[in-house]
């Protein structure tokens, strides 16, 4: 007999099997003995009552039991002599696209600008200690793409676009813990990631793939109106019958290379703002009602939105006991973005805050740059905070109250961003129509999350990246790009996906439909 049941258990109870197979049997009216074994499905946090408890979904076996499903790479066979298919960009859309070749028979050739996770180290601390960007390998460009030194998070709504459990079960064969595939909101951590991703490479090369790196694309190759290869920086020539482009959102070279091609590209609707930081204990009390938390609990999270002169405002890749780590892909900006460990663990919290940028606030940016109108944005305002500053990655700040009211600080506190910050008028720094919706978003925020709005909680400017201001059109059926055969543009940067999971399922929906198209 299986049954799934949902208990209600304290955080404390979490690794207590005994006292959750108890429980189990008192839900079914079952003897406990009778259980042979019993399977979590899912697990969430739930803290609208007094006391935080812990939801989980189970499946009891009585007189049998769950023998598991075989390991998705048992079904993986060798692919070295088979057709190849040149993959652009070694991120999650990137390689997952890659794994999925493999699964059905065809030879992934990756190819990605950056270096190896290892090797990209480096230059990651050139940039938090140093302030120096190296324009090919940062937090952005590199194998893994940005999702590796990120919080891992992969929660995603975008249920009806792909196999979730099995995206979640490849990164669990490839070293993932395995909370993930029960965990309401999962996340593998900044610590965690890297190596999942240097397995996930061992992979794609083992069964006869293969990965460069150093290997940033500068050049399409076309030939009546189809793509057959591409030219990479050091010279090399690479030819397929199909392209998979899964280069990010901050490839904003390989937008211009494709404009020069007269490859068709699309403005589209993204997000702009700034990464708030509160004390990770006051959010805790906000959330849980208890500070210090519960050692059993996770470090609380939340998430806000609010609507403003017709204009989204919202928090964005919100990290718990995180970091705020600086994000740029080219000296003479200033980008930040969030990042926390497997355990989040850091005192502190933050969370992207940003409004919804559309058609009409770029309608004055249209007359010069077109369709780079949104990019142009981006860049003009990272550039200018830059040259605000002292030459550096240090960041401009506010006391969260300050912004509002567009004062500057006196004195910031301690933050977790390594450059360090500095106080600035975000307020003169960031275009008016964005700094007014913010302002008064973060407002709404106060009022709908009593403490909030405090002289706690940093402003560090800006949260540039939150998504590509330009979309690559596709045909919704054959995921292939309407006006060149044979290339399929994929993931983030294509503007398809928004996250780790997201861009991973992409990258598996466009290797099956490549896998369509050369058999026919």
Known sequence: MRKEVELQILPSEVGNEA???????????????????????????????????????????????????????????????????????????????????????????VLDRGKDVRERRRDLKAIQQFGQVHPDSNYCFGEGGAGTYSDGKLYTRSQKRGN???????????????????????????????????????????????????????????????????????????????????????????????HQKNILIEAKPFALGVRIEHPQPLIDQIQYRQSPREE????????????????????????????IVPAATAPGEIVVNGMSMSRRDSPFANSGTVVAIDEEDLAPLKAQHGVFAGLALQQSIEQA????????????????????????????????????????????LLPPFIHERLRLGIQDFGRKMKGYYTNEAVVVATESRTSSPIRIPRNPITYMHEGIVGFFPCGEGAGYAGGILSAAMDGQNVAKAVHRWMQQ
């Open 19 to 109: 006292a959750i197979v108890a429980q189990a049997a008192r839900v079914c009216h079952l003897p406990v003995q009778k259980i042979t074994q019993l399977v979590p499905l899912r697990r969430s946090i739930d803290a609208r009552g007094k006391q935080p408890i812990v939801r989980l979904k189970v499946a009891i076996y009585a007189g049998e039991s769950f023998a598991g499903e075989p390991a998705l790479l048992d079904s993986f066979q060798m692919v070295d002599e088979r057709p190849e298919v040149l993959v652009i960009g070694a991120g999650p859309a990137g390689y997952f696209a890659a794994l999925q070749l493999i699964e059905l028979g065809l030879k992934p050739i």
């Open 164 to 258: 979730i459990e099995k995206t979640l079960r490849l990164l669990v064969e490839h070293g993932a813990n395995t909370d993930i595939l029960v965990d309401a909101h999962p996340h593998i951590g900044s610590n965690k990631l890297p190596p999942v991703v240097s397995n996930i490479r061992a992979t794609i090369e083992r069964f006869g793939g293969q990965v460069h790196f150093d290997a940033k694309v500068t050049d399409f190759i076309l030939h009546k109106g189809k793509m057959i290869g591409v030219v990479t920086r050091k010279g090399q020539t690479f030819y397929a019958d199909a392209t998979i482009l899964a280069t990010g959102h901050s490839a904003r070279d390989i937008f211009s290379l494709l």
């Open 296 to 323: 059993h609990l996770p470090a609380s999270s939340y998430s806000l939105v609010s609507q403003v002169q017709g204009r989204g405002v919202f928090s964005f890749c919100m990290c718990p006991g995180g970091l």
């Open 385 to 428: 905070i830059f040259q605000y500053g002292s030459g550096n990655q240090q960041a401009p700040a506010q006391l969260l109250p300050d912004f509002v009211q567009k004062k500057i600080s006196k004195h910031l506190p301690k933050t977790s961003y390594i450059p360090g910050v500095y106080a600035a008028p975000l307020h003169e």
